[in-house]
Nanobody
Framework: QVQLVESGGGLVQAGGSLRLSCAAS????????MGWFRQAPGKERELVAA????????YYADSVKGRFTISRDNAKNTVYLQMNALKPEDTAVYYC????????????????WGQGTQVTVST
């Protein structure tokens, strides 16, 4: 079993940056593909970015391409989401998730989820 703990959320002005971190417990972090999802009030949870076990494959939502970067450090059991040029529409609770099979865009294919961290972007 994997436990995931997100950090790094907060309040930032539009155009600013934040870096989210997700620390995973256990010794098998490198065997999981990882994803960042977000959910805004009244909206469905959506994929933001995903990364394969080795980090050589990444997916991004069209809305964040060129602004967000997902990365991982398997030695530190941590996945990151660097968010630049933030917009008010990026406001949401951000969740990291682990997938024991393959990197995926589908939330339903992720086995473990963190509790989420709030990101609020003001105008």
């Amino acid at each position: 079993q994997v436990q995931l703990v997100e950090s790094g959320g907060g309040l930032v002005q539009a155009g600013g940056s934040l870096r989210l971190s997700c620390a995973a417990s256990g010794r098998t972090f490198s065997t999981y593909a990882m994803g960042w999802f977000r959910q805004a009030p009244g909206k469905e949870r959506e994929l933001v970015a995903a990364i394969s076990r080795s980090g050589d494959t990444t997916y991004y939502a069209d809305s964040v391409k060129g602004r967000f970067t997902i990365s991982r450090d398997n030695a530190k059991n941590t996945v990151y989401l660097q968010m630049n040029a933030l917009k008010p529409e990026d406001t949401a609770v951000y969740y990291c998730a682990a997938n024991s099979l393959v990197v995926s865009r589908r939330a339903g294919e992720y086995d473990y989820w963190g509790q989420g961290t709030q990101v609020t972007v003001s105008t």
